[in-house]
């Protein structure tokens, strides 16, 4: 199973050159930040990237409100050609428990961070080798962020996947990923260790 490496991407939007020289690499079984400095273009930044055994769980969720929560899991599998039944039901409730309950009742009614998980765990079931999950702590109350991180972090454990969280939440990012990617002025500079950095090196970078 292999991650993802970029180098020297460059991307220009109604004629302006927004990334000038993106390097990112994302090896099989890591967790990889990418956070964009103020004023940063964030929107150009995994899109241009994406590739066969790479999911992308965008921001705002978007999951199919007028689907079950069941629905949605399923069409994660049955859009990549693979069949979902009760073992890949299982699966998305042992990553995401607070799902189990909810099999029944349209996504559309979900809370925030109800919806998160659903969207990641849908994402899961294309069984990919790179899970992009792009402003995962939008929105959401710091609770419901533990929650979804945690089950995230399990998922990724339980299938060895390599995940890439994109973010604004520097401390999220930093406390919990192998490297960290912060984009500025259309380039990336990489930091490893990034949890073992100091607050007052982070603003430094960031701010």
Same mark, same amino acid.
Request: hydrophobic residues 50%; charged residues 20%; glycine residues 12%.
């Given at each position: 199973?292999?991650?993802?490496?970029?180098?020297?991407?460059?991307?220009?939007?109604?004629?302006?050159?927004?990334?000038?020289?993106?390097?990112?690499?994302?090896?099989?079984?890591?967790?990889?930040?990418?956070?964009?400095?103020?004023?940063?273009?964030?929107?150009?930044?995994?899109?241009?990237?994406?590739?066969?055994?790479?999911?992308?769980?965008?921001?705002?969720?978007?999951?199919?409100?007028?689907?079950?929560?069941?629905?949605?899991?399923?069409?994660?599998?049955?859009?990549?050609?693979?069949?979902?039944?009760?073992?890949?039901?299982?699966?998305?409730?042992?990553?995401?428990?607070?799902?189990?309950?909810?099999?029944?009742?349209?996504?559309?009614?979900?809370?925030?961070?109800? $919806? $998160?998980?659903?969207?990641?765990?849908?994402?899961?079931?294309?069984?990919?080798?790179?899970?992009?999950? +792009?402003?995962?702590?939008?929105?959401?109350?710091?609770?419901?962020?533990?929650?979804?991180?945690?089950?995230?972090?399990?998922?990724?454990?339980?299938?060895?996947?390599?995940?890439?969280?994109?973010?604004?939440?520097?401390?999220?990012?930093?406390?919990?990923?192998?490297?960290?990617?912060?984009?500025?002025?259309?380039?990336?500079?990489?930091? $490893?260790?990034?949890?073992?950095?100091? +607050?007052?090196?982070?603003?430094?970078?960031?701010?």
């Amino acid at each position: 199973m292999s991650g993802l490496e970029v180098a020297g991407l460059r991307a220009a939007y109604g004629g302006a050159v927004v990334l000038t020289g993106v390097d990112l690499r994302v090896g099989p079984g890591e967790v990889v930040g990418l956070v964009g400095r103020n004023g940063a273009p964030l929107p150009a930044r995994p899109y241009r990237v994406a590739r066969r055994g790479v999911i992308h769980v965008p921001e705002g969720r978007l999951v199919l409100r007028g689907l079950s929560v069941e629905e949605n899991l399923a069409f994660g599998a049955v859009a990549v050609g693979r069949a979902f039944g009760a073992a890949e039901r299982e699966r998305a409730l042992a990553w995401f428990p607070p799902l189990g309950p909810l099999l029944p009742r349209p996504a559309g009614l979900l809370s925030g961070g109800e $919806q $998160q998980m659903l969207a990641i765990a849908r994402g899961l079931m294309a069984r990919p080798r790179l899970l992009m999950v +792009d402003e995962m702590s939008l929105g959401l109350s710091p609770r419901a962020v533990r929650d979804v991180l945690a089950a995230v972090l399990a998922a990724w454990r339980e299938e060895g996947v390599a995940l890439l969280m994109v973010d604004q939440n520097l401390r999220l990012l930093a406390a919990h990923c192998d490297r960290l990617y912060v984009l500025a002025g259309g380039a990336t500079t990489c930091y $490893q260790d990034a949890a073992g950095r100091s +607050d007052e090196f982070w603003r430094s970078v960031y701010f």
